[in-house]
């Protein structure tokens, strides 16, 4: 099964505001394109994924993340986070009404193609599927089959939320690069020890944090 994958990414400038105890205004939005940079690279990289389709308004991102190869869809709801995937999914769903397809954060530095591929094959065997975030509480990544709606339900105690909707939880070990994204300060040294991808290993060089 090949999928599409959809990557909502907000603003940057307003984007990783609890990343303000480690960076301050003039990296936070370096630092949250570079997660969506490697994060749509690796996806992209993954031998599962046929595309991504990147939901965003930003227009620096859209063109970054362009350039690797996404599909850029502007966010023309404008009504947060839920909508931006559900638009994304329709717009993936109008041009392949029979792909399979998931949501996946933008916050994932360090995504592996091999990890990705593995929770992808076990989402295939249901019609909706989910995999919670390494804090066990949110979700990083929402899957529907061909002819399922994807129906996210993102945002606090997603785990909850999407096992509540019908979503199969997946319980898989050695994902942790697809469980881990990045929201703190702690997050960011968490996936740095598991090994990002280089632009994010580049901005954080800058805030002299990637040793500790």
Do not use: Y
């Not at 850029?72 to 009404?97: I, S």
């Not at 994902?175 to 300060?185: A, E, K, M």
């Not at 968490?190 to 632009?199: D, E, N, S, T, Y």
């Amino acid at each position: 099964m090949q999928w599409t994958l959809v990557v909502p990414v907000k603003p940057l400038a307003r984007a990783k505001s609890r990343l303000s105890d480690t960076a301050d205004g003039g990296v936070r939005p370096d630092l949250a394109l570079a997660f969506a940079q490697d994060t749509v690279g690796a996806a992209l990289a993954c031998p599962a994924v046929t595309d991504v389709a990147v939901v965003t308004d930003d227009a620096r991102a859209g063109r970054e993340l362009a350039a690797l190869g996404a599909r850029v869809v502007p966010d023309e709801p404008g009504g947060g986070l839920n909508a931006a995937l559900a638009h994304g999914a329709a717009a993936v769903r109008a041009t392949r009404p029979e792909s399979p397809v998931a949501a996946l954060n933008a916050d994932l530095p360090a995504l592996r193609p091999a990890e990705l591929a593995r929770v992808l094959a076990a989402a295939a065997q249901f019609p909706r599927a989910f995999l919670s975030d390494a804090a066990g509480i949110g979700t990083t990544l929402l899957t529907a089959a061909p002819g399922r709606e994807l129906a996210p339900v993102f945002g606090t105690d997603s785990r909850v939320r999407h096992r509540a909707s019908g979503a199969v939880e997946l319980r898989l070990g050695a994902v942790d690069s697809v469980r881990q994204d990045v929201d703190t300060g702690g997050d960011l040294r968490i996936a740095l020890a598991l090994g990002v991808g280089p632009r994010t290993a580049a901005v954080a060089a800058r805030l002299l944090i990637a040793g500790q």
